[in-house]
């Protein structure tokens, strides 16, 4: 049995998968919860990639970077938030649930915003600029024409 135990763990992906397996047994239900943030921030990654290709810019060797930087910070924060959850000994792990929540809509912004600017035709993205817009004037008690030429640098 050591030597089995020994030839595991003489190779990284003995180590790496022992770290995971006790990382899932740590998280437990909220494991799926990860999954979801990794697949926005990768959704987001895609769209931008498709609106730097779509603008003829190619890709940046950058961004793939960018992308495991902030997957790893999204992690991090989703194990910090989780580890306060379990020392609070809050069941349901609403702190962890709205961070997720949190990132998951702003990669849904950033994903909308990537895919407005790769098709501009589309109508739908048209409507959600109009609608932002709107509700921005209206925050800022500013005329909706008035915001729009300004966001159009006139």
Same mark, same amino acid.
């Given at each position: 049995?050591?030597?089995?135990?020994? *030839?595991?763990?003489?190779?990284?992906?003995?180590?790496?998968? %022992?770290?995971?397996?006790?990382?899932?047994?740590? /998280? $437990?239900?909220?494991?799926?919860?990860?999954?979801?943030? /990794?697949?926005?921030?990768?959704?987001?990654?895609? #769209? $931008? !990639? !498709? +609106?730097?290709?779509? &603008? $003829?810019? =190619? /890709?940046?060797? #950058?961004?793939?970077?960018?992308?495991?930087?902030?997957?790893?910070?999204?992690? $991090?924060?989703?194990?910090?938030?989780?580890? !306060?959850?379990?020392?609070?000994?809050?069941? *349901?792990?609403?702190? %962890? +649930?709205?961070?997720?929540?949190?990132?998951?809509?702003?990669?849904?912004?950033?994903?909308? &915003? *990537?895919?407005?600017?790769?098709?501009? =035709?589309?109508?739908?993205? =048209?409507? !959600?600029?109009?609608?932002?817009?709107?509700?921005?004037?209206?925050?800022?008690?500013?005329?909706?024409?008035?915001?729009?030429?300004? /966001?159009? =640098?006139?």
């Amino acid at each position: 049995m050591l030597e089995k135990l020994a *030839n595991i763990y003489s190779h990284v992906s003995g180590w790496v998968a %022992t770290l995971l397996a006790l990382l899932a047994t740590f /998280l $437990g239900d909220s494991k799926d919860l990860v999954v979801f943030i /990794l697949f926005a921030a990768f959704a987001d990654f895609l #769209c $931008g !990639i !498709i +609106r730097s290709l779509r &603008a $003829g810019k =190619g /890709l940046l060797s #950058c961004r793939i970077f960018d992308f495991i930087t902030k997957s790893a910070v999204y992690i $991090g924060l989703f194990l910090l938030f989780a580890t !306060i959850d379990k020392t609070l000994e809050i069941d *349901n792990m609403w702190i %962890t +649930r709205a961070y997720t929540s949190v990132i998951i809509v702003s990669e849904a912004l950033s994903i909308i &915003a *990537n895919l407005s600017i790769a098709f501009p =035709g589309i109508k739908v993205f =048209g409507l !959600i600029k109009k609608l932002i817009i709107s509700e921005v004037a209206e925050k800022i008690s500013m005329d909706k024409t008035d915001l729009e030429d300004a /966001l159009k =640098g006139e």
